[in-house]
């Protein structure tokens, strides 16, 4: 079973960025597509970034493509998400996700607990 730890989140002003990190365990990371989504407050859970196993290819969510960035890299079992152009809107709980061999907007079994990112105007 796959653990997952999500750090890097924070509060930061407009326009900044911020480099999430989500530590896999438990697991040879490189067999699982991997998510980043995240959760406002009063919101549901929405789907931010997606990666394949290999890490060449990728999806975005409409709000945040050309702005964020999702990487990984298997010999450190590291998922990562740069965020730039940081807005407001941004501000919310982001989680990481894993599922055997798919990378997809839904479908994940394995969730991180989660970091609080937090954008000022």
């Given amino acids: 079973q796959v653990q ?11 326009g900044g960025s911020l480099r999430l ?3 896999a365990s438990g697991g040879t990371s490189s067999f ?5 989504f995240r959760q406002a407050p009063g919101k549901e859970r ?11 290819a990728t999806d975005y969510a ?7 960035t999702v990487s990984r890299d298997n010999a450190k079992n590291t998922l990562y998400l740069q965020m730039n152009s940081l807005k407001p809107e941004d501000t919310a709980v982001y989680l990481c996700a894993a599922q055997w061999i798919r990378y997809s907007r839904d479908g994940y079994v394995y ?11």
């Fill in 4 to 14: 997952l730890a999500e750090s890097g989140g924070g509060l930061v002003q407009a």
């Fill in 21 to 23: 990190s989500c530590a």
């Fill in 32 to 36: 699982y597509g991997m998510g980043w």
């Fill in 46 to 56: 929405e789907f931010v970034a997606a990666i394949s196993t290999s890490g060449g």
């Fill in 62 to 68: 409409d709000s945040v493509k050309g702005r964020f």
């Fill in 111 to 121: 969730w991180g607990r989660g970091t609080q990112v937090t954008v000022s105007s």
